[in-house]
């Protein structure tokens, strides 16, 4: 079967993985032949997240690695390095959850995708999980 994109990229923490990000990564393969994952960086989620990472990034790296939909891995530096890391790694799509739809980061980076020729597919969210309800129901 005929995928409609080439390569497709993904990117987040990844530090407690789950049902979640396993639905996310398997719909981005479904849209492409090739997924590229970015994992980012203790530094980007400290930053972003305002809390350090559970694991460490080469632990991240090995764990999305190991995922069968998941085809590279890279790192991910910075949020608005997303277009970017796109055309670098010559993705023509970029999958992210749709919890993210309508927010003023993605309204802006739409257009610009747009702009350049790529699209952003919003993939359903999976309600009721997330990292930080895993964080904030540990023992």
């Known amino acids: 079967m005929q995928k409609k994109f080439n390569r497709v990229y993904t990117a987040g923490a990844f530090d407690s993985l789950h049902i979640g990000h396993i639905r996310l990564l398997k719909a981005a393969k479904e849209n492409g032949n090739e997924l590229v994952v ?3 960086t203790d530094e980007l989620i400290l930053n972003y997240k305002k809390k350090p990472p559970l694991q460490t990034l080469d632990d991240r790296i090995e764990i999305v690695s190991s995922i069968k939909y998941v085809d590279k891995v890279v790192i991910q530096t910075s949020r608005d390095f997303k277009l970017k890391d796109c055309i670098k790694n010559k993705c023509q799509c970029m999958v992210v959850g749709s919890d993210w739809k309508g927010t003023d980061f993605f309204e802006k980076l739409e257009k ?12 359903p969210y999976t309600k009721g999980i997330s990292t930080t309800i895993i964080r904030s129901n540990k023992g």
């Open 112 to 123: 610009e995708f747009k702009s350049q020729g790529l699209t952003i597919i919003f993939h």
């Open 38 to 40: 970015a994992v980012s």
